[in-house]
């Protein structure tokens, strides 16, 4: 823009005559229609009505009156922007600019602070440069309330529409001003619940890039600040929802599972059956993970229906996606089918991205499961198209994984299936978890029996179900591969004959199927 203007400027009288007409313009403007114009200059766009009355503090007719003048444009439906030249004119002109901005920092926050998820959404389209501006204003005082309002809302747009991890650095700017702010305040002030909340929304965008000693830090940092007095039962829910994350992840279940109970405690201090909600899908989760299939899905149902009753469907997507992955492993597979397709419906409903990838990933092993490969191929480049725009490291990791056995069922070529392998596991050493490496080699493993390597495929197999410590997730999934493939399980060889006790996932994998030349990758 400011080139735009420089070539006016020094073109020639013609040119020059543009910032003059606007000049002319100007000063044909009553004094109520300066402020207005001078106000929209300063605001990012559009404007509607909302903004108007509670920002610029203009009647409408005041407004439509720049609009007959060809000043302003209105979309026909309460919106009004300014041309990009016009608002380069005007802006100088703005008078009480420190007064405007910061009633529209406080209107974008109270704006979209409570919202739900499926409403903020609704808002993003046309709120997110709004949201920007008063983030980068609440960032120059700081200004603490601001700044806790609008956190959620960067973390929900890079979620949404990308690319994920974003807002991390402005969240991470805004954690350490916080801190030091802190340090002058009254620990449960409100330096401290916008802290909680900056760092609750870094745990969990940390965790979902596979940074699992990052979310780890920042939800025990935010639980430390209810330690140290500052009472607000809905961060410590978020805390406590990373914290499960990560040892689930880890493969850590005894951890996990016990954080279900403090999570239910504090989601019902905060009067929040929604995450009340959430916490019977996590008690699932671990239920699921340890082989309690009935428990896991009683507790499923039960979340569905508070959700239901609740009306909150945009965050019914997760719990059929659990559902259906449980209802698989119980070999239900037509329900399964049927459950994970409701997900999908109401993912689109609600235009979430978020979930797609898992319940795509977990529709394709049930078509893998049933014998329908032609459906599982199509459904597994539907998961990594939907995981490749979310880029959550372990949803794209297992799509990964099942792309590859869809590969191999096709084609029989063992180095095109198993190169997806290697990117999964990329991505699980990146995420620093070993149990979801070792998930990698028994997906490689199952990939090599089905390319016609058996006997490599069963060694693997044994050397797997042979590690120390290894999660029940991953010692299923391994005596499973091993009884499909009539090998005697890890009982009777758990050495895994071919290897070393401390060889490591990449050593078998290789193996079993040599890395992709770099340029391949």
């Known amino acids: 823009l400011r080139e735009s203007l420089e070539l006016l400027e020094g073109s020639g ?12 313009s100007w000063l044909q403007l009553s004094p109520l229609q300066q402020r207005v114009l001078g106000h929209l200059a300063l605001l990012p766009q559009p404007v509607d009505r909302a903004m108007l009355r509670d920002v610029v503090q203009v009647p409408l007719p005041a407004v439509a009156s720049l609009v007959d003048r060809s ?11 300014l041309h990009a030249l016009i608002r380069r004119q005007a802006a100088p002109h703005a008078i009480d600019a420190p007064q405007l901005l910061a009633r529209h920092a406080h209107h974008t926050a109270r704006r979209l602070h409570g919202l739900s998820r499926a409403a903020r959404l609704a808002q993003l389209d046309t709120q997110i440069e709004h949201v920007r501006a008063a983030w980068a204003w609440a960032l120059g005082r700081p200004e603490p309330t601001v700044l806790a309002a609008l956190a959620p809302v960067f973390v929900l747009n890079d979620s949404e529409h990308g690319p994920l991890g974003g807002a991390l650095p402005a969240l991470r700017e805004a954690a350490a001003l916080l801190e030091t702010r802190l340090a002058r305040e009254d620990a449960a002030g409100p330096s401290a619940q916008a802290l909680a909340v900056t760092l609750g929304e870094i745990s969990d965008l940390e965790f979902r890039l596979g940074n699992l000693h990052g979310a780890e830090q920042a939800a025990r940092r935010a639980l430390a600040l209810g330690d140290a007095g500052l009472h607000d039962p809905l961060r410590q ?7 499960y994350s990560v040892h689930w992840q880890r493969g850590e279940l005894a951890e996990a599972e016990a954080i279900v109970p403090r999570y239910r405690e504090a989601a019902r201090a905060a009067g929040s059956r929604q995450r009340e909600a959430s916490s019977y899908t996590l008690a699932g989760l671990t239920d699921s993970a340890l082989g309690r299939y009935d428990s896991a899905l009683e507790h499923y149902l039960t979340a ?42 109401w993912a689109r409903q609600h235009g979430a991205a978020g979930p797609r990838p898992s319940l795509l990933a977990n529709l394709a092993v049930v078509h893998e499961e049933i014998g329908d490969h032609a459906a599982m191929l199509r459904t597994t480049e539907r998961a990594l198209e939907a995981a490749r725009v979310v880029t959550e490291p372990y949803t794209l990791m297992r799509a990964l994984l099942a792309h590859g056995r869809a590969l191999a069922r096709r084609d029989g070529d063992l180095a095109a299936a198993s190169a997806p392998v290697w990117q999964a596991l990329r991505l699980a050493r990146r995420m620093g978890s070993n149990s979801d490496a070792l998930a990698c080699l028994v997906s490689a493993a199952r990939i090599a029996a089905l390319c016609g390597r058996r006997d490599a495929a069963v060694a693997a197999l044994r050397w797997v179900s042979g590690r120390p410590g290894l999660p029940p997730v991953e010692s299923n999934a391994a005596r499973e591969a091993l009884a499909a493939l009539a090998a005697p399980d890890a009982d009777a060889a758990a050495d895994g004959g071919e290897f070393a006790a ?7 994998l290789a193996w079993l199927a040599p890395a992709p030349a770099p340029g391949e990758r």
Request: aromatic residues 2%; proline residues 3%; glycine residues 6%.
């Open 71 to 81: 000043l302003v444009q209105a979309d026909g439906h309460g919106r009004f922007t």
């Open 502 to 508: 401390d060889a490591d996932v990449e050593e078998v």
């Open 237 to 243: 829910t978020d805390a406590l929802m990373t914290l």
């Open 304 to 345: 569905r229906r508070l959700l239901e009753e609740l009306g909150e469907t945009a965050s019914l997507p997760t719990v059929l996606n659990n559902t259906g992955s449980l209802l698989r492993k119980m070999k239900r597979h037509a329900e399964a089918i049927r459950v994970l397709e409701e997900g999908l419906q």
């Open 13 to 24: 009288p013609q040119e020059r005559s543009v910032r003059a007409a606007f000049e002319r």
